[in-house]
Each structure stands twice: as structure tokens, then as C-alpha cells.
């Protein structure tokens, strides 16, 4: 009988340096391929295989590991067994692993020819430094998560639970550090990767450790990870940055900016408990999704530098060559429009690029808003390359033709006579790291030996992590950029209105905007409560924090993720609904005011229409969700004519709570107003005032209005 699970493993209680050790695995059955790897900090790794493993009888196995597979130190071991004797043909699923740790003290082992990996490499040179030779420096970000599949129970669980997790154990264990190791035997001194990893991935995974779940394949899930945080980079920078990142994957443009903080707060938490490091002053966006009113709330939170998808800094340029309805979204609106032309567009091939890029603009810049109260923040702004990312997404090697394409980039620098040797190209490659080919065991091993032979043979192209780039070459200070708001191209095309959180917002009743206008009920209850005093306001702000998750809005029509929100605000109903009635009392909170929206996105434009674009209505219609917990005065919409500089308010009309159809025990209540033609362009923001004559004041938008 082939084996299900790892019954036992036994290691020896004392091992010394240079004396060799024996490992036993006992399983549930034969094992048509085991093995033993061990690895340690410094990047070694030895797998014991094949004729150093003994069957002693079914189910009985002897790994015989020589003094020359390990050295002082704690060593990492990882036990594993295939249910397939030909490991090519295995998937994920046909592994079983086991991870122990092992102190191995005494003196130094015998290094001498290890046959599986190269010797641990010394602290590399640096090899950094400007060129007047053009170079193209690019990063690589993997993203990882899992959402709560109930939003008021982290823990349920049940067999799809166990397939999706259990499919995914490469990315959520070695993947990550087999890739790194393979930049340190490179010799790839500035290499690494950032990676993102939602708080609710990281709950889960751990109780899937606890409770032996996927067959035990995650204990000591993060083990490796751990081991790789400590790798380091010519410049003593972390080779593996694990990014500030919102706990329950929070889609950040569109929720209240203490909850953006305090989700950031969560998630450095428990990051530093999982990994051992703390989350860096780097953060990859949930989506991807950038609007720059989050920027405050980041600086707060400790992040200084932010990633974004590149096309929303194009589009934000005044000569930005649109490609129609097939750019998969709308023309940009002239508000946004803002920064200087460029003359260096460039139609990509061999890739699928929708539209054209500037290469002169892959680069850090500084990205700013300016608040209603007029006051300017400012961050440092990574760009994430749209379709170079996408592709990559797709597994590398075999999608994104790595020289063909970044060499299109390199040539037309040369071309138009773009390069900057003080501050070279630099721009991300971004992707989920745990799904299609860029999750798979291919990306991480043989497309990364691909991408480590190009960057030692080819000087054109060097991966660097963000870290090394920005010490080398500081930002421009004069190189301030307006963005639009977006999200990446795997969010249906990512476009400034977010339109796959705003689904079916054109019909009588859409489950997106329900979720909207409960959810901001949900935050003035929790962040009321929280100012008044309550004492037990963590359960509270999990249930709430949950109720965040982007993902409850990807599937829209679909019940079970249509009322996560609701329930979870039920559930915090049935805990504190009597203590929410007594906090009207002593209210100080503002109201809560959900981001405004406006449709047309284009007044006077253009719109989507059957088959493709269609004149946009003249007129522009501005909404919103307030809630207070003692109820609304007034809300007010104000705007100010950015070429004359008159200010203009108008008193928005009370349109009712949002007829929800999921039973919320409460609701926010949605405002409008409407704008005429040849408003121009303008900035705005909506004033709300609670029955309390507490006061609250919206993120800053802009548009333009024909």
C-alpha cells in the first residue's frame, strides 16, 4: 500500500560537525521516493537521496546523512516522501513533508566537493554602480494569500479548504527560498525578491501546522523562510523583503485611513512572529490597488516607499496615446492628466501589451495629494511594469520572454537617448505567487536558473531587490508624479474606477454596493466604540477587519461571498449591540463617509456601451455612503475650480439606506448630487456632520467635467 501521511520522525539527540547522522522516517505505507534535505542560514542546502536511504521494511526508512551534507548550526531539515515514484509526473498533492530543526554543534565539517549544491557563498562584493552603459534593473514581487472563507469563523475548514492549501505547499514553504539561494550560488550579489503575505494566509497556515491539516505538509511551514530572512545582499540588505502589507488584504482606496493603518499594524505583528523580521518600510498594495489619498495614511503606518501598476503613471501623462475600447478601460479623465509629455512611447511585442509604454518613466519617483485642509504628503513610488508583470505571472520563462522583451526597452532607450546613469531604469515584476505558472515549481527552479544565467551572462539586465536600487540611486527630488487610482491588469484591467469592487453599480441592486454601504455602517460602529472606551473592542475590530477583505467583492452574484460582510457585522451586532446604543451618549466620532464615486467617469466623454465605447451623458452624478451612530445632520459636497479657484458647496440629498437584500442589522444611507455640464475641471470632497456636530471629511477627487 503507497503511504498517506508521515507517521514519525527520529532524529538523533546530539550531532556534531563532521561526523555524519542517521534520520528514520516511519509512514503509513511504502514510499515510492524519499528524501531528506537539509539547509541552513547561509543559503547550503544537501539533499540526501536514492542510495543514502535504506528501507528497512514498509513504511521503515534510513536516511544516512555524511559528514559532508551539514556544518555547525541549526540545520533545517525537510523530510519528504512522493506517492509517485517518477517525480516528473507528480503534482503538488503527491508530496508529504515533514520540517524538524536540528542543532548541530562541535567543530567544522568537511566541506570539501559537496556533489548536490555548491559550497554556502561568502558575504558577496558589491558590484553596483553607475554606468554610462545603459542598464535595465528590475525586481521581483510574489504575492500570497488566502482569504477567510467565512467571515466570522477563521477557523471553519473543510475538504476544498484541504485541496486548495494543500496544492499550494511548494509557495507556501520552499518555493520562495529554493529562488533566492539559486541569486546567492549565482553570484548575483544585488538579487532578491519582495513578497507579500496576507495575515489571514499566515493564521491559517499556522492552525494547519497545528492541526496536522493537508496531511501534515505544513508543519514547520515557515522554517525556510525564516532561515532565507536572514540572507543578505552586498549592501547588507535583506535578500528576501517581506513587505508592509494590509492583514486581511484590505482593498486600501476604499476603506477609512485609520483602518488602513491599523490593518498594517496587525499585519507587522504577526509577520515578526512567523518570520522573524520585521515588515519593511516597503508596501505591495492589495490589488495592486494605489489611489494617492492613501498615501497619509501609509506614511503613518511606516511605509515610505509604495508600489503601483505602471499604465496608471502613463495614462496620467498629457499626450498618453490611448489604444480604445481594447486597453480594457476608459479613456483617462483629464483631471488626472497632469504630468509633462513624453516622446518615447513604445508598442511592446512579443508580450501582450494592450497599449503602448513610456520606458523613460520605469523608474522611483515621488508621488503626492494634497488633502482638503490643502496640506501635500508625499512618498517614494516604485512602478510595477502592467504587462512584463502579467506575463510573468504566467510562469516565466515559456510566457515572458525575458530578453526579447526588457531587450525592446533597453534598445529604445538607446534610441530616444532616455537613460539616466544616476537614475537607470528600474521597475517591478509583480504577481501572485502561489498561482498558475508563476506559482508553480517551475517558476521558482528552472525559470530562476534561466533568469540567474541571463543576469551573470548578459550586463544589459540585473535583478536587484528595491532596497539595493534606492541606496545606490536615490529618487530624483524633482521627479514628482501624479498617478491615477487603479489596481493590476488581473483585476478586470484595473481601471481608476475599480470597477471590479463597483459591480452592477448601473442596475437597481447591486451585492458590491450593499457590501459598501454596510461596511462603512460596520466601521463607525467599531471606531466608536473604540473612542468611547470599550473595553473588548478586539473581537470587534477582527470581525471587522475580515469584513474588509477585497476578495468578498470578486465574486459578485454569488450568496456565500455576498453576505460575508453582513454576517460579520451581524455576528459584532449580537456581541455589542447593547454597548453600541449606550455610545451615542458620548460620541466624539465623526462620521464614517465611504470614498465618493462618479459615473460617468468621463462627463461628456466617453462611455462603455454596447459593443464597445459610446458618448458619455454631460452631467455627472456623485454618490456616497455616511453612517453615524447617532445619525446625520448634514453632508455637503464641496468643489473647487481648479482654473479660476472659486470654492462651491452643495447640500447632498438624503437618498435612504441602501435597500440591501442581505438582512444587515444596520446600513449606511447613500447621498447624491448631480453636476452640470462644463463644470470644468475640479477637486472635491464630501463634509459630513453627525447629530453630535462631530465632523468628518472625505479623501480629496478629481475630475473633469466637459
Known amino acids: 500500500m503507497v503511504f498517506t501521511t508521515i507517521k514519525q ?39 540526501v537521496k536514492e542510495q543514502r536511504v535504506t528501507e528497512e521494511s514498509e ?61 554556502p557563498t561568502p558575504i558577496p562584493t558589491v558590484t553596483l554602480g553607475q554606468s554610462d552603459q545603459p542598464v535595465i534593473y528590475f525586481g521581483i514581487h510574489k504575492h500570497m494569500h488566502q482569504p477567510y472563507y467565512n467571515a466570522t469563523d477563521p477557523d471553519y475548514w473543510d475538504g476544498e479548504k484541504d485541496g486548495i492549501f494543500g496544492q499550494r505547499g511548494g509557495p507556501y514553504t520552499h518555493f520562495i527560498p529554493s529562488a533566492v539561494n539559486q541569486y546567492i550560488h549565482g553570484g548575483l550579489a544585488h538579487a532578491g525578491l519582495s513578497t507579500s503575505w496576507s495575515g489571514s494566509l499566515m493564521e491559517q497556515l499556522n492552525r494547519c501546522a497545528e492541526l496536522g491539516r493537508c496531511g501534515g505538509r505544513f508543519s514547520n511551514w515557515n522554517h525556510e523562510l525564516r532561515a532565507v530572512a536572514q540572507a543578505k545582499t552586498a549592501f547588507g540588505n535583506p535578500r528576501v523583503d517581506f513587505v508592509a502589507f494590509g492583514f486581511c488584504h484590505p482593498l486600501m482606496a476604499l476603506i ?46 511606516g511605509v515610505n516607499v509604495v508600489m503601483y501598476d ?262 459584532a451586532m449580537a456581541i455589542a449591540g447593547e454597548a453600541v446604543k449606550q455610545s451615542s451618549q458620548k460620541d466624539k466620532t465623526g462620521p464614517t463617509i465611504f470614498v465618493p464615486w462618479i459615473r460617468p467617469a468621463n462627463p461628456g466623454g466617453k462611455d462603455w456601451g454596447q459593443g464597445g465605447l459610446t458618448d458619455a451623458v454631460p452631467e455627472a452624478t456623485v454618490r456616497t455612503f455616511v453612517y453615524d451612530v447617532t445619525g446625520i445632520k448634514r453632508v455637503t ?3 473647487t475650480e481648479v482654473t479660476s479657484g472659486k470654492k462651491k458647496q452643495i447640500v447632498m440629498e438624503d437618498c435612504g439606506a441602501y435597500p440591501s437584500q442581505t438582512n444587515p442589522a444596520v446600513t449606511a444611507t447613500q447621498y447624491r448630487t448631480v453636476l452640470p455640464a462644463k463644470t470644468g475641471n475640479i477637486r472635491y470632497y464630501v463634509e459630513a456632520v453627525d447629530n453630535k456636530n462631530n465632523v468628518s471629511f472625505s479623501p480629496v477627487g478629481r475630475i473633469y467635467i466637459v
Open 59 to 119: 513504511g521503515h526508512y534510513v536516511f544516512q546523512v555524511p559528514p559532508e551534507a551539514y556544518h555547525a548550526g541549526t540545520a533545517y531539515l525537510q523530510i519528504e516522501g512522493c506517492r509517485i515514484a517518477d517525480i516528473s509526473q507528480s503534482q503538488a498533492e503527491d508530496w508529504i513533508i515533514v520540517r524538524r530543526e536540528l542543532e548541530i554543534s562541535g567543530g567544522v565539517a568537511n566541506l570539501s566537493s559537496p556533489v548536490q549544491t555548491p559550497r
Open 9 to 47: 520522525v527520529k532524529l538523533p539527540e546530539t550531532v556534531e560537525a563532521g561526523g555524519g547522522f542517521h534520520v528514520t522516517m516511519l509512514a503509513d505505507g511504502k514510499v515510492p521516493f524519499a528524501q531528506l534535505i537539509i539547509r541552513h542560514r547561509d543559503g547550503w542546502e544537501w539533499i
Open 310 to 571: 505602471s499604465i496608471h503613471q502613463f495614462r496620467a501623462c498629457q499626450d498618453y496615446p490611448y489604444a480604445g475600447k481594447n486597453e480594457g478601460m476608459l479613456p483617462p479623465n483629464p483631471a488626472d492628466q497632469e504630468n509633462p509629455a513624453v516622446n518615447d512611447w513604445l508598442q511592446l511585442h512579443n508580450i501582450w501589451a494592450a497599449s503602448k509604454i513610456s520606458p523613460q518613466l520605469l523608474k522611483p519617483c515621488l508621488l503626492y495629494y494634497t488633502d482638503y485642509a490643502g496640506t501635500e504628503h508625499e512618498m517614494i513610488g516604485i512602478p510595477a511594469e502592467r504587462y512584463l508583470g502579467n506575463e510573468d505571472a504566467r510562469g516565466g520563462y515559456g510566457a515572458l520572454q525575458y530578453e526579447s522583451v526588457m531587450g525592446q526597452i533597453y534598445d529604445h532607450i538607446c534610441q530616444t537617448k532616455t537613460y539616466d546613469p544616476k537614475h537607470p531604469p528600474f521597475f517591478i515584476l509583480h504577481s501572485d505567487g502561489d498561482n498558475h505558472g508563476g506559482g508553480a515549481d517551475s517558476y521558482y527552479t528552472s525559470n530562476t536558473g534561466g533568469l540567474v544565467n541571463m543576469c551573470r551572462t548578459n550586463p544589459r539586465f540585473q535583478l536587484i531587490t528595491v532596497k539595493d536600487y534606492l541606496q545606490q540611486f536615490p529618487v530624483d527630488p524633482k521627479n514628482r508624479v501624479h498617478v491615477e487610482p487603479g489596481s493590476w491588469a488581473g483585476a478586470d484591467n484595473g481601471d481608476p474606477q475599480f470597477t471590479k469592487w463597483f459591480s452592477w453599480a448601473e442596475k437597481d441592486y447591486s451585492p458590491d454596493l450593499n457590501s459598501w454601504a454596510v461596511l462603512t455602517a460596520f466601521q463607525n460602529i467599531v471606531h466608536t466604540l473604540e473612542d468611547t472606551g470599550y473595553r473588548d473592542s478586539f473581537p470587534l475590530k477582527r470581525l471587522l477587519y475580515t469584513a474588509e477583505t477585497s476578495c468578498y467583492w470578486y465574486w459578485t452574484g454569488q450568496s456565500v461571498w455576498d453576505a460575508q460582510v453582513t454576517n460579520a457585522l451581524n455576528k
Open 637 to 639: 459636497f464641496h468643489y
Open 256 to 301: 477609512p485611513e485609520r483602518d488602513i493603518i491599523g490593518q498594517i499594524q496587525w499585519h507587522r505583528e504577526i509577520t515578526q512572529q512567523v518570520f522573524g523580521v520585521e515588515a519593511t518600510d516597503l508596501m505591495f498594495p492589495p490589488e495592486t490597488a494605489f489611489h494617492p489619498h492613501m498615501i497619509p495614511a501609509l506614511k503613518k503606518a
